[in-house]
């Protein structure tokens, strides 16, 4: 996992995320990687998390 501030072209919303607008986080898929931030405080950058580590954590959650 890294802490990232250049931002990926293509965010959505997570499905896992609140329909009120709050609590919600924001996933882009990078080349070998997927990109977490936190939609109320987009400007301290995004968490990188490998593939491997995104599918488990989906995984665990599911």
Same mark, same amino acid.
């Given at each position: 996992? +890294? #802490?990232?501030h250049t931002s ?5 919303? +997570?499905s896992? +995320? +609140?329909?009120? =607008?709050?609590?919600?986080v924001? #996933?882009?898929?990078l080349?070998?990687?997927?990109? #977490?931030r936190d939609?109320?405080?987009r400007d301290? =950058?995004? @968490?990188?998390?490998? #593939?491997?580590?995104?599918?488990? @954590? @989906? =995984?665990?959650?599911?």
């Amino acid at each position: 996992m +890294s #802490v990232s501030h250049t931002s990926p072209q293509a965010w959505r919303k +997570s499905s896992y +995320s +609140s329909s009120h =607008g709050q609590n919600c986080v924001e #996933v882009a898929d990078l080349p070998s990687a997927a990109a #977490v931030r936190d939609t109320q405080n987009r400007d301290a =950058g995004y @968490l990188t998390f490998a #593939v491997s580590e995104w599918t488990a @954590l @989906l =995984g665990t959650i599911r």
